[in-house]
């Protein structure tokens, strides 16, 4: 895309998000797992949508279910599960019962809150999806609306709810499939997740060639074309996980189309694709268009950032000191990786932003921060200071329930603005980018053939951007356990991982390396409190929440959590 297209792009998507505030007046979030819709009877002929504003609206409210991706319970489910981020208990800050605790030992259960989250984002999406192809369907049977002008919004929802479909049968496996909204049952039953896969990619594979090719503000946003293709290259890329069987040449092709005939472009800088008010960076294929007037939510620096970091940033709220990562994966990158960052100093805060806020911290008038409420005795010193406790302790002194309050270095991958609502942040965040495409073409020929020579020159495009030499193979051990011995394609997963940290991909890819039980029992010797059981071959999907089982006795629970 040249520079010229992509200022035109940047201020058009002033008025994409504005458009979302109407998305989000219309949105209909209907998410119990009992889908017997009291609105039925209120959809009729004379409330749809008859002009193009209101068709605008409805069609947004199929997306603003997306607002939960960058910081709800779906990344919870997706990253605080594997060995990048972890939630450590802070005396009374952060332990809910234990469930956090939980996720990074794998040893959640049916009655841990977030599947309710997770399952609710999936059938939101799925439920107001299938009730908007509906309307447009009566809509063309009335005469109302020509039918290829309603196919391509059709295809378009179709490609929506096959992105939410596709979380359902990665997270939770086995669940219903409801694909009408006219006739879905009150208490749907369970299919196979190899059934609800099939289905899917037959679906997306009729709707993803309807979609617009256009890359500019009219689809930014929005599901087109290659948001389509990557949609499909990710279902490809785990069909094995899925069914039993690779789909691993389709990955690659799939892949290959948005990489030749995208458009898209690798930033020149990393961090461009995370700053404030990264609206339409060349390497967005599909992205959530946060904002903090037009459309809140995204509020990871709320979530990682401590108590005292208010002052570091002039924020107007505090933050809540909660999530950080884990000091095996920060290590994992060698420390002239521009992805990783500085470490601020006992002399003055980092020079080089990073994927981590990490080392001491400076106030914004320069003077050191300070750990609110600290004295002379506090094990973590007075000086905030991410992730080095000193002593040989390490980054995280323990999981919990007295994790200190300086413990691990921050998420610091999406800029925190100065004077900025840490709830609320302008950091567009990007669903499907060209660098993760990238990736997943290699892995999907190295699955092929490990000594496929188009890998390597994948990989090392990814690594050139991010200041690191050429890797000579993508062998060696893996980013939790770097002392550890090679694993076949270790450095291609660590690479992956070391790219697209926090962006909810390192649990699909450790579960496809067979190492996701693995990370628990890593995990277990140090930041174990008690006897807290932990992993098993089970944990690759979630258990489906007690309160969905007791709505709808046609849902089998998946095994191991009975």
Known sequence: MKTTDRNKMRKSLLLVKAIIVVMLMAAFNQSCTNLDEELY???????????????????????????????????????????EVVVPTRGQDWDDGGDWRRWHLHSWTREDGGLNGGWNFGFGGVNTANRLIYQFQVLVEDGAMDATVADAFIA??????????????????????????????????????????????????????????????????????????????????????????????????????????????????????????????SEMI???????????????????????????????????????????????????????????????????????????????????????????????????????????????????????RQAGVRIGKWEVEMGGHPDAMNNDYAVFRLADVILMKAEALWRQNPGDGGVLPLVNEIRLRAGVADLTTVDGPVSFDMTGPDVQGGELFNEMAREMFSESTKRQALIRWGLFDDVALWALPANNPGDVPVGGEHTTLFPIHRDKIEANPNLTQNPGYN
């Not at 946003?221 to 948001?227: D, E, I, P, V, W």
Request: glycine share 12%.
């Open 156 to 281: 378009e929802l179709q490609v929506v709810r096959g992105f939410f479909y596709w979380q359902l049968i990665d997270m939770f496996g086995n669940v219903p499939l409801v694909t009408d909204f006219a006739s879905a049952e009150a208490s749907p039953p369970t299919v196979s997740r190899a059934e609800v896969f099939n289905w899917l990619v037959g679906d997306l594979e009729v709707a993803v060639p309807k979609l617009s090719k256009l890359v500019d503000a009219t689809t930014y946003g929005r599901m087109n074309y290659y948001a389509g293709q990557t949609l499909l290259a990710k279902l490809y890329l785990n069909a094995e996980v899925y069914t039993g069987t690779g789909q691993y040449a389709k990955a690659v092709t799939a892949c290959t189309d948005v990489i030749d005939n995208g458009g898209y472009n690798l930033t020149g800088n990393y961090f461009d694709n995370f700053s404030a008010g990264n609206s339409g960076t």
């Open 41 to 83: 009877g209120e959809v009729t002929p004379e409330n749809f949508f008859n002009t193009e504003e209101e068709i605008l609206a409805a069609l947004g409210a199929a997306y603003t279910q997306f607002g939960n991706w960058g910081s709800g319970d779906p990344y919870t489910l997706q990253n605080v599960t594997t060995d």
């Open 286 to 404: 599909f992205a959530i268009p946060y904002d903090q007037v037009y459309y809140g939510g995204f509020n990871i620096a709320v979530r990682t950032l401590h108590y005292a970091s208010q002052y570091t940033y002039n924020l107007t709220a505090q933050p809540w000191n909660g999530f950080c990562s884990l000091e095996e994966f920060y290590n994992s990158y060698e420390d002239t990786d521009l992805r990783k960052g500085d470490a601020g100093t006992a002399d003055g805060p980092a020079i080089k932003r990073g994927n981590f806020i990490a080392g001491f911290q400076y106030n914004a008038d320069g003077s050191q921060t300070l750990d609110d409420g600290a004295d002379s005795d506090d094990p973590d010193g007075k000086h905030l200071n991410f992730g080095s406790l000193g002593s040989g302790e390490g980054q995280i002194n323990e999981l919990g329930p007295q994790a200190y």
